[in-house]
T-cell receptor
Framework: AQTVTQSQPEMSVQEAETVTLSCTYD???????LFWYKQPPSRQMILVIR??????QNATENRFSVNFQKAAKSFSLKISDSQLGDTAMYFC????????FGQGTRLTINP | EPEVTQTPSHQVTQMGQEVILRCVPI?????FYWYRQILGQKVEFLVS????????KSEIFDDQFSVERPDGSNFTLKIRSTKLEDSAMYFC???????????????FGQGTRLTVV
């Protein structure tokens, strides 16, 4: 069974700083997708970024980018020029048959 | 932009009562999912549904749970006899393609907060 581990329960940075959230996963599959979801206080799940495992190029979405290391089974999220609205829980997720989520990282952006 | 819609947004029920959580997936999507998030914990997979039948379910999805697509638009999760530990946020999701291929994105609804008292 696939597992996803986020080793940072909480992180806090100042506005405009860059922050990196870590995620590792375990699978024997070769083709899969990886996602980062944002969950603000409203508890809605919002897709931030996705990465196809067969693509070597790291996905980028505006201020959000990932560092995907397939051999190491690592999938970190970098948020550049962080904004107050980035404050939320962030979940890393693996998808093959279904989404498997990590425990989440609570990110706080301070003014 | 198409979205997954869940109703109600919040439901309070007494222990032992039956509840039905409703979801309207995106219209051209074929795969439907229910996930659960107990407060402060991670999001957990409950069940996936395709072609009018369950394609996969987790150990959480016991005989108390059932899913149905009663018409062409709704996708429901029923809990027959609620327990206190069923209190959680329940998310419905849908995707266009097969999760088996890992080639698709799951769109989430805004969630239903179920409180069992």
């Amino acid at each position: 069974a696939q597992t996803v581990t986020q080793s940072q329960p909480e992180m806090s940075v100042q506005e405009a700083e860059t922050v990196t959230l870590s995620c590792t996963y375990d699978t024997s599959e070769s083709n899969y997708y990886l996602f980062w979801y944002k969950q603000p206080p409203s508890r809605q799940m919002i897709l931030v970024i996705r990465q196809e495992a067969y693509k070597q190029q790291n996905a980028t979405e505006n201020r959000f980018s990932v560092n995907f290391q397939k051999a190491a089974k690592s999938f970190s999220l970098k948020i550049s020029d962080s904004q107050l609205g980035d404050t939320a829980m962030y979940f890393c997720a693996f998808m093959k048959l279904k989404l498997v989520f990590g425990q989440g990282t609570r990110l706080t952006i301070n003014p | 932009e198409p979205e997954v819609t869940q109703t109600p947004s919040h439901q309070v029920t007494q222990m032992g009562q039956e509840v039905i959580l409703r979801c309207v997936p995106i219209s051209n999507h074929l795969y439907f999912y229910w996930y659960r998030q107990i407060l402060g914990q991670k999001v957990e997979f409950l069940v996936s549904f395709y072609n009018n039948e369950i394609s996969e379910k987790s150990e959480i999805f016991d005989d108390q749970f059932s899913v149905e697509r009663p018409d062409g638009s709704n996708f429901t999760l029923k809990i027959r006899s609620t327990k206190l530990e069923d209190s959680a946020m329940y998310f419905c999701a849908s995707s266009e393609g097969r999760a088996l291929d890992g080639n698709t994105e799951a769109f989430f609804g805004q969630g239903t907060r179920l409180t069992v008292v």
